[in-house]
Nanobody
Framework: QLQLVESGGGLVQSGESLRLSCVVS????????IGWFRQAPGKEREGVLC????????NYADAVKGRFTISRDNAKNTVHLQMNSLKPEDTAVYYC?????????????????WGQGTQVTVSS
């Protein structure tokens, strides 16, 4: 069974960094594209970044361009979301999701499994 577990969230001050991790099990990791999504209180879930099977990345949120990067470690079945220069508006629950199709998508409905989420809170 395909499962994802996020970690690395927490409370930080504006301008600081966090690295989120998403560990995947139950499926051949190299066949998956992995997306990070976030949902702030009172807002809809939005796509942030995605990394494809060939490590190509797509950015779906203009607000994080130049600050967030995504990477994958196939040896450890893990995807990382490096978040730098964090802002209070980055506060949200961050979810990773796996997609058993070639390439990335900003559409959450095309992802087949989700993690439980990790809270990121950025204070001003």
């Amino acid at each position: 069974q395909l499962q994802l577990v996020e970690s690395g969230g927490g409370l930080v001050q504006s301008g600081e960094s966090l690295r989120l991790s998403c560990v995947v099990s139950g499926f051949t990791f190299e066949y998956l594209s992995i997306g990070w999504f976030r949902q702030a209180p009172g807002k809809e879930r939005e796509g942030v970044l995605c990394i494809s099977q060939t490590s190509g990345s797509l950015n779906y949120a203009d607000a994080v361009k130049g600050r967030f990067t995504i990477s994958r470690d196939n040896a450890k079945n893990t995807v990382h979301l490096q978040m730098n220069s964090l802002k209070p508006e980055d506060t949200a629950v961050y979810y990773c999701a796996a997609r058993r199709m070639i390439g990335c998508s900003r559409s959450a409905s095309t992802y087949h499994a989700w993690g439980q989420g990790t809270q990121v809170t950025v204070s001003s």
